[in-house]
């Protein structure tokens, strides 16, 4: 308390919670005769003779239990004190420093391995939240800053200001949080705390200017091919759709319903943050998460029961518990073992069959032709941004001339395996032509003899000229989005006689 005379009206109940001396030490007592000069002097504590808080017991009432006196130690910050460290920042924090160290979210299992189910969760999501707004976070810091902090406490700076104007933290909870976070950082941390705290002090009051900034811009290698293929007004809805995050979609199988809105193409949607396996149907195998725009590979393929099937590149394997589902027979073949892990697990909570194969595609032959396949291809990833903010801090676009040769060589190979007149899906979630419709161009002219077969009437508005499907992240806008990909079926000749 700054002031010298403060009068707090309220229960002494409520009082003896609020009242917290300097220091980590707060005192709880009663009220009565005997207590009034404990009062008092708690007044002075830590002020050097100064009232720290002017006490009375006019308009306060006894409550039971409140005689004896109690000292305790406090989580509440009063000045000097410092909260306990919050692990679920801490959490987010060694997750954004591992994608400025080149890594992403996905393969920091261990930077969040000690948390609790909710912590984890909740570090998740601020690291999400600042990825997905850094750049905008830079732009008002940089304003309060004479010179660059070190990374870790540009991160903590990055985060407070996310938390304060992008989710809306009050302003000493999310202000003392980054003071303590810096506070723990050494004596180069300790030493920058009355910055962080004068700089995030300053942020708290720019939430209109924050409001204006536009959405955070792709990177050049992806915006320039974006707004070559479909406009600068196209790559700006785009955009916008990465920084709006992305909702939580659901595949049901058949006969059975998931959580929230059911959405045209048959997927369920669910807007509001929920932790998965507590939702309704989760036990019981009832559903699995799965994008709406992926599980759209699967109705292009128009899978029959009985049918042998092959989901190439399969993992996590969404797409194969659809086939599974609609009753083909399944191989799922992934070259990575701990990514099928995920799949093994997901079929047998959903009480589906599928044969899992761990191989490298391009090396593997089935014993017998299968009648479809399913490829979706290793590719750039860029149509899932709006999930993934890590990605486009993490890669450069240098790889993109070896994934195009791949998903070359694998289109060719499953053609090789596929049973004459069967039926080839190619899919990869990206936002380039280069891995879609200039990758389904190219197979035509290596394959002549392939036919493309047209999506189902229903997705006519998002079928290119050439018969693929093209879906971006700026589609149903007021939905909520999709994941972008590029999907095209393609059949193979029947043999000659």
Same mark, same amino acid.
Request: charged share 20%.
């Given at each position: 308390?700054?002031?010298?005379?403060?009068?707090?009206?309220?229960?002494?109940? *409520? #009082?003896?919670?609020?009242?917290?001396?300097?220091?980590?030490?707060?005192?709880?007592?009663?009220?009565?005769?005997?207590?009034?000069?404990?009062?008092?002097?708690?007044? +002075?504590?830590?002020?050097?003779?100064?009232?720290?808080?002017?006490?009375?017991?006019?308009?306060?009432?006894?409550?039971?239990?409140?005689?004896?006196?109690?000292?305790? @130690?406090?989580?509440?910050?009063?000045?000097?004190?410092?909260?306990?460290?919050?692990?679920?920042?801490?959490?987010?924090?060694?997750?954004?420093?591992?994608?400025?160290?080149?890594?992403?979210?996905?393969?920091?299992?261990?930077?969040?391995?000690?948390?609790?189910?909710?912590?984890?969760?909740?570090?998740?999501?601020?690291?999400?939240?600042?990825?997905?707004?850094?750049?905008?976070?830079?732009?008002?810091?940089?304003?309060?800053?004479?010179?660059?902090?070190?990374?870790?406490?540009?991160?903590? !700076?990055?985060?407070?200001?996310? *938390?304060?104007?992008?989710?809306?933290?009050?302003?000493?909870?999310?202000?003392?949080?980054?003071?303590?976070?810096?506070?723990?950082?050494?004596?180069?941390?300790?030493?920058?705390?009355?910055?962080?705290?004068?700089?995030?002090?300053?942020?708290?009051?720019?939430?209109?200017?924050?409001?204006?900034?536009?959405?955070?811009?792709?990177?050049?290698?992806?915006?320039?091919?974006?707004?070559?293929?479909?406009?600068? *007004?196209?790559?700006?809805?785009?955009?916008?759709?990465?920084?709006?995050?992305? =909702?939580?979609?659901?595949?049901?199988?058949?006969?059975?319903?998931?959580?929230?809105?059911?959405?045209?193409?048959?997927? #369920?949607?669910?807007?509001? %943050?929920?932790?998965?396996?507590?939702?309704?149907? +989760?036990?019981?195998?009832?559903?699995?998460? $799965?994008?709406?725009?992926?599980?759209?590979?699967?109705?292009?393929?128009?899978?029959?029961?009985?049918?042998?099937?092959?989901?190439?590149?399969?993992?996590?394997?969404?797409?194969?518990?659809?086939?599974?589902?609609?009753?083909? @027979?399944?191989?799922?073949?992934?070259?990575?073992?701990?990514? !099928?892990?995920?799949?093994?697990?997901?079929?047998?909570?959903?009480?589906?069959?599928?044969?899992?194969?761990?191989?490298?595609?391009?090396?593997?032959?089935?014993?017998?032709?299968?009648?479809?396949?399913?490829?979706?291809?290793?590719?750039?990833?860029?149509? %899932?941004?709006?999930?993934?903010?890590?990605?486009?801090?993490?890669?450069?676009?240098?790889?993109?001339?070896?994934?195009?040769?791949? @998903?070359?060589?694998?289109?060719?190979?499953?053609?090789?395996?596929?049973?004459?007149?069967?039926?080839?899906? #190619?899919?990869?979630?990206?936002?380039? $032509?280069? *891995?879609?419709?200039?990758?389904?161009?190219?197979?035509?002219?290596?394959?002549?003899?392939?036919?493309?077969?047209?999506?189902?009437?229903?997705?006519?508005?998002?079928?290119?000229?050439?018969?693929?499907?093209?879906?971006? =992240?700026? +589609?149903?806008?007021?939905?909520?989005?999709?994941?972008?990909?590029?999907?095209?079926?393609?059949?193979?000749?029947?043999?000659?006689?």
């Amino acid at each position: 308390m700054a002031e010298s005379h403060r009068l707090w009206p309220v229960a002494a109940a *409520e #009082f003896g919670r609020k009242l917290c001396c300097l220091g980590k030490l707060a005192a709880f007592f009663g009220l009565g005769k005997r207590a009034d000069g404990l009062w008092r002097q708690i007044a +002075y504590l830590g002020h050097g003779g100064r009232p720290f808080i002017r006490v009375t017991t006019r308009n306060l009432r006894k409550g039971p239990g409140l005689g004896k006196p109690q000292i305790r @130690q406090s989580h509440r910050n009063a000045g000097a004190g410092k909260p306990p460290p919050d692990a679920a920042r801490k959490g987010a924090l060694r997750l954004i420093a591992g994608v400025r160290d080149g890594l992403s979210l996905s393969d920091q299992p261990s930077a969040l391995a000690r948390l609790t189910p909710p912590e984890r969760a909740r570090a998740q999501r601020l690291a999400l939240a600042v990825l997905r707004n850094i750049d905008r976070a830079d732009t008002l810091l940089v304003q309060h800053l004479s010179k660059k902090p070190r990374p870790d406490v540009l991160d903590v !700076l990055r985060l407070g200001t996310v *938390e304060l104007l992008e989710m809306g933290e009050a302003p000493h909870g999310a202000v003392n949080a980054a003071v303590g976070l810096v506070q723990t950082m050494g004596p180069k941390g300790r030493a920058a705390s009355g910055m962080v705290n004068a700089v995030l002090r300053k942020i708290a009051g720019q939430s209109a200017e924050w409001t204006d900034l536009p959405p955070e811009e792709m990177p050049d290698w992806l915006r320039e091919p974006v707004t070559n293929a479909w406009g600068s *007004e196209v790559t700006l809805a785009i955009e916008a759709a990465h920084q709006a995050g992305a =909702p939580v979609d659901f595949t049901a199988k058949p006969g059975s319903a998931a959580p929230g809105e059911a959405l045209p193409t048959g997927s #369920f949607r669910l807007r509001d %943050t929920a932790q998965i396996t507590a939702l309704p149907g +989760y036990a019981e195998g009832d559903w699995w998460v $799965q994008d709406a725009a992926a599980a759209m590979a699967v109705r292009l393929l128009d899978p029959k029961p009985g049918e042998h099937i092959v989901d190439l590149c399969a993992a996590p394997g969404g797409k194969t518990l659809q086939l599974a589902a609609a009753g083909a @027979q399944v191989t799922a073949v992934d070259i990575s073992d701990a990514r !099928l892990a995920r799949l093994r697990e997901n079929l047998q909570r959903c009480g589906l069959n599928a044969q899992v194969v761990t191989a490298d595609a391009l090396e593997w032959h089935p014993a017998q032709q299968p009648d479809a396949i399913l490829l979706d291809a290793p590719c750039s990833a860029t149509g %899932t941004i709006r999930r993934h903010p890590d990605l486009p801090l993490i890669r450069d676009g240098s790889a993109l001339d070896g994934l195009t040769a791949l @998903q070359a060589a694998l289109i060719d190979h499953a053609l090789t395996i596929l049973k004459p007149g069967g039926r080839l899906v #190619f899919a990869t979630c990206s936002l380039l $032509q280069a *891995e879609g419709e200039d990758q389904l161009a190219l197979a035509l002219e290596r394959h002549p003899d392939l036919t493309v077969i047209q999506p189902p009437a229903d997705l006519q508005d998002w079928t290119t000229p050439e018969g693929g499907l093209r879906l971006r =992240p700026d +589609y149903w806008p007021d939905r909520g989005g999709m994941d972008g990909f590029f999907i095209a079926c393609l059949q193979k000749p029947e043999a000659s006689r």
